[in-house]
């Protein structure tokens, strides 16, 4: 199933909702359900100033993104993170707001296409676009886990009601990821690389490494195990008998955050849509501990991620907490308005 918007051609066309309606549809019932869950909506600026000072993540983020010179020569980046500028809002404005503050935001990011994406790409177009808009939600100043077992109940909550019933979140850590990475004895271009490969889904690279590294014998296979797209949480079994070998006790802390996550979506009757994946690395790397993107049949990109983001928080000088996530409104829009018009011409595929 393409990812991209049927648009039909035949006299059955006034009878297939056009992508607009259904766009509307889906932004309209994912916003209700957040507010109802407690979310204020936020309005995201356009673009914001570019900061040369800036914390060099941050800066990296703005480097990357697409500038305009303003009527007195400033320099202004269009938005190429709503995390980024959610955050903000919460530290400015916000920030003597009650917390927990839970937020949510529609918008357009503008940002070329990652080089390591242009694989999951799912056309020609989609490798070129420039924008794409999305729909997020976060959570500032809420302590412990249960913040991310939100978030994640959330998620697939937004999802279930898009009109995509077949969808699957993969969970993953951070944490987990920094113990494997310690344990192979990685130095700090080594960790790039291996974080690198995994973004690729390059797995050949990633054998490699563990070969090559210190870790032998079964010790090895459990790494390969943990990181090489488990179907079950066969990858929790392998942490844990890896975590021997962890002096930080990030590994089990890893652990404990997801199994709380998997045990907050069964209670909400999501669990069948859980998997736990211990090689899921993020594209933005503010990302400090449970991470999650969601995937579904036909669409080999996600279409929706998120995460508990601190280090973002720590970057703009707050020890605040924050977790969030945002869904892919024009993949999704894509799947529904072909499935819709596959639906409406017999199942037939144009």
């Known amino acids: 199933m393409s990812c991209m918007p049927y648009y039909a051609t035949d006299e059955n066309t006034a009878l297939i909702p056009s992508e607009p309606a259904i ?13 109802a869950l407690g979310h204020t909506e936020v309005a995201i600026p356009t673009m914001q100033s570019y900061d040369p000072e800036a ?15 303003g009527p007195g020569a400033e320099v202004v980046v269009l938005r190429h993170d709503l995390t980024e500028a959610a955050a903000a809002i919460a530290q400015g404005e916000l920030a003597s ?37 999305q729909l997020g939600a976060e959570i500032f100043g809420g302590q412990g886990r249960s913040t991310d077992v939100a978030a994640a109940v959330a998620l697939a909550r937004c ?18 990821l920094e113990a494997v990475t310690d344990v192979l004895e990685l130095n700090v271009p080594g960790k790039v690389q291996l974080g690198s490969a995994l973004l ?38 392998d942490a844990h008998a890896l975590a021997r070998l962890d002096q930080s006790g990030r590994l089990h802390e890893a652990i404990r955050d997801i199994h709380a996550v998997l045990a907050g ?22 990302y400090t501990g449970t991470v999650f993107e969601a995937f579904t049949p036909g669409c080999p990109a996600p279409i929706a991620g998120g995460g508990r983001y601190d280090g973002l928080l720590r970057l703009m000088g707050s020890s605040e907490p924050a977790v969030g996530f945002a869904v892919e409104l024009d993949r999704i829009v894509g799947i529904c308005t072909k499935a819709t018009a596959q639906s ?3 199942g037939m595929s144009r």
């Open 97 to 133: 707001s009650p917390r927990p503050l839970k937020l949510f935001y529609s918008g357009t990011v503008f940002r070329p296409p990652h080089p390591a994406e242009w694989s999951i790409a799912t056309s020609p177009w989609e490798r070129g676009a420039i924008e794409t808009q």
């Open 159 to 176: 999802l279930s009601i898009t009109g995509i019933s077949d969808f699957q979140i993969r969970i993953g850590h951070m944490g987990a």
């Open 23 to 35: 766009r509307r549809r889906v932004e309209s019932g994912v916003a209700s359900l957040l507010a």
């Open 265 to 286: 979506l069964a209670c909400c009757d999501m669990r069948d849509h859980a998997v736990v994946d211990l090689g899921l690395v993020r594209r933005l790397a503010y």
């Open 344 to 346: 409406r011409n017999g």
């Open 55 to 69: 914390p060099a993540p941050i800066r990296e983020m703005m480097d990357a993104g697409y500038k305009l010179v």
């Open 200 to 237: 690729r889904h390059d797995m050949v690279a990633v054998s490699r490494m563990i070969a090559a590294s210190s870790v032998h014998g079964s010790d090895c296979e459990l790494i390969r195990n943990m990181l090489f797209f488990p179907s079950g949480d066969s990858a929790l079994a």
